[in-house]
């Protein structure tokens, strides 16, 4: 079947993924319908994508409507229905009837959900819904992250992944990864279970402390606790809640949701999206930034913490010297490296032993390296392999933690590809 896109349906426009996702599309030059419960929720999502632009001119391109007036004539109209509605598989489920009755049978519709089970949510649909069903997971603000992940479901049209890969890759410029219909599939499979463990270590060193020393020296543009507030702590929850469900490993111990998560969602603390209430950060009118203390309930104004390793491997990243910086974090003692020495140690475990469950085995760690550096803009397992000092040094560190090491760690040779320091991902603010 020869395909084509040139109009394309946005189903949840007024988010913050649907809006800015639309907003590539429309970049590329397709012709996009923003749709949502509401017009005005609609012309909000325009009004974040042509920030993201920074142009007006994309709005030419851009539709906008609620799913009362505009749904019929999107939904038929369009070569492929993108969904992002709310990551509730009833929600989903609901707007995928709807959409079946209307679209075209050769219509692509792609969810954009990583959370949920892929293979569940076409159930009950056509034929053709099923066929030409899959997800394709773009990664937030699309505009910086490039990453892309594609899969079907095992009644979709294998030519129409393999379209979708070339598709996104070529059309689009995303950095494409292909991964396999598991639970968060790579990216935030890996993520999250990192997220969970240092959510866990906030109860006893608070926010401020963990977001210091994992912070961007470690290789991340963003701290970890600052990333969950991007995200939003509910997506946050619902995340570790479906990876609790629908994975079962050697970590799965690790996917701890703390009480006091619950308790901050219930407050109304979900992180940027709820800027007046906070997330684990608020920011005052006058700049200043409190830290959620989940002991009192409440924020507390910071104190500078400053740890003699940790501002020693900061210098020596300021002046270039990776390496060194890296030998430095691996040679401190004490609690506080104690705790960098495990998350570093199960970062790159933990994407060693997923190759194979996520991505296909013939890639290697390649696959879930292009998705932490274009997904996250964190520096990828293989480099950190590197920065530490090669596979054998890699092995010693996940052993010290007391974890299992993956044999596709110990027979990597990705690692040894760096030719360079790597440093646009080691920050030393």
């Known amino acids: 079947m020869h395909r084509q896109i040139q109009t394309v349906a946005v189903l949840g426009a007024s988010g913050t993924v649907g809006s800015l996702s639309g907003g590539i599309l429309a970049q590329n030059g397709l012709n996009v319908y923003y749709l949502s419960r509401t017009k005005e929720g609609s012309q909000k999502g325009l009004s974040r994508a042509v920030k993201q632009a920074r142009s007006e001119a994309i709005a030419s391109r851009i539709t906008c409507g609620d799913y009362n007036t505009l749904f019929e004539k999107a939904c038929s109209e369009a070569d492929w ?29 792609s969810s954009v959900t990583s959370s949920l089970p892929l293979e569940e949510l076409p159930q009950g649909r056509s034929d053709s819904f099923r066929a030409n069903f899959l997800s394709t997971h773009f990664y937030n603000p699309p505009g910086k992250m490039l990453a892309c992940e594609v899969t079907g479901q095992s009644q979709t049209d294998p030519a129409l992944v393999d379209f979708m890969i070339e598709y996104l890759g070529q059309k689009l410029r995303r950095v494409v990864i292909p991964v396999k219909p598991a639970a968060a599939f790579a990216g935030n499979r890996l993520a999250f279970l990192l997220f969970a463990r240092i959510t866990e270590l906030v109860r006893q060193f608070g926010v401020e402390m963990m977001d210091y020393l994992i912070g961007p020296y470690t290789g991340r543009l963003l701290p970890p606790l600052a990333t969950i507030d991007l995200v939003g702590l509910d997506i946050h929850k619902a995340i570790l809640l479906s990876l609790q469900t629908y994975t079962q490993d050697a970590m799965h111990n690790k996917l701890v949701i703390p009480a006091y998560i619950d ?40 104190y500078g913490p400053r740890i003699q390793f940790v501002e020693k491997a900061k210098n020596q990243i300021r002046i270039g010297l990776y390496r060194q910086a890296f030998d430095g974090i691996l040679q401190a003692s004490g609690t506080e490296a104690r705790i960098v020495h495990e998350i570093l140690a199960t970062y790159i475990a933990y994407a060693y032993s997923l190759i194979g469950q996520v991505t296909d085995e013939k890639y290697g760690i390649e696959g879930i390296d292009k998705v932490m550096s274009s997904g996250f803009h964190w520096a990828c397992p293989s480099l950190l392999v590197n920065m530490i000092g090669g596979a054998e040094k890699a092995v010693e560190l996940v052993q010290s933690a007391d974890l299992a090491v993956p044999q596709t760690l110990r027979t990597d040779t990705a690692w040894k590809k760096y030719y360079f320091n790597a440093g646009k991902y080691f920050i030393a603010g």
């Open 81 to 109: 229905i993108l969904e992002c509605v709310a990551e509730d598989m009833a929600v989903k489920k609901a707007m995928y009837e709807k959409v079946d009755a209307i679209r075209r049978k050769d219509a692509i519709v």
């Open 263 to 302: 308790t901050m969602i219930a407050a109304g603390r979900l992180g940027n999206k709820t800027r007046a209430n906070g997330g684990f950060f608020k920011k005052l009118d006058s700049g200043q930034f409190l830290y959620y203390d989940p002991a009192s309930e409440d924020y507390i104004p910071g």
